[in-house]
Antibody, heavy 118, light 111 residues
């Protein structure tokens, strides 16, 4: 059974940093692209970033470029999102998702809440 | 600016058919990139409903169907049930953004 479990969310001050983790199990992690998607309170889904199965290619939404870094550790079956210079508008539930061909996100974690506030 | 446009809300009575549109542009759906649809029940994570424009993952009832034409796509739900009340999102890749894109979401209300 495919499982994705996010962790690392919490309350952080504007300008602060946070690292999210996503532990994967039930599939061969090293053969899949992985994606982070976020959802601000009461709002829709926003694609944030994705990473190739070997970590060799990464893509980001413009609003996080230069501030967020997606990376992975295939030996630990884990995906990460390093978030720096956090802003109030980054407040959201962050989901990790497994990405199959053509960018489809076929399995999702339960999400972790990040709140940026003073 | 690249966007995928969905109606904010749709509604229907039990047993009826509803459709949800997703209008894109020449840099996403119109460029031939696949459209995927997700269902998000209240308080839960999104769930894949339709992928590759019209394919259903195992376990998704055939009451749900997808189609695509030109720069637009549609999700149709027949035989509406109370449990279908949820938010629905379309998604596609956009080559001008070099990344993926979600529609704004559509809230389905079963009357």
């Amino acid at each position: 059974e495919v499982q994705l479990v996010e962790s690392g969310g919490g309350l952080v001050q504007p300008g602060g940093s946070l690292r999210l983790s996503c532990a994967a199990s039930g599939f061969t992690f090293s053969t899949y692209w992985m994606t982070w998607v976020r959802q601000a309170p009461g709002k829709g889904l926003e694609w944030v970033a994705n990473i190739k199965f070997d970590g060799g290619q990464k893509q980001y939404v413009d609003s996080v470029k230069g501030r967020f870094t997606i990376f992975r550790d295939n030996a630990k079956n884990s995906l990460y999102l390093e978030m720096n210079s956090l802003r109030a508008e980054d407040t959201a539930v962050y989901y990790c998702a497994r990405s199959a061909t053509n960018d489809v996100n076929d399995y999702w974690g339960q999400g972790t809440l990040v709140t940026v506030s003073s | 600016q690249s966007v995928l446009t969905q109606p904010p809300s749709v509604s229907g009575a039990p047993g009826q058919r509803v459709t949800i549109s997703c209008t894109g542009s020449s840099s996403n759906i119109g460029a031939g990139y696949d459209v995927h649809w997700y269902q998000q029940l209240p308080g839960t994570a999104p769930k894949l409903l339709i992928y590759g424009n019209f394919k259903r993952p195992s376990g998704v009832p055939d009451r749900f169907s997808g189609s695509q034409s030109g720069s637009s796509a549609s999700l149709a739900i027949t035989g509406l049930q109370a449990e279908d009340e949820a938010d629905y999102y379309c998604q596609s890749y956009d080559n001008s953004l070099s990344g993926s894109l979600f529609g704004g979401g559509t809230k389905l209300t079963v009357l």
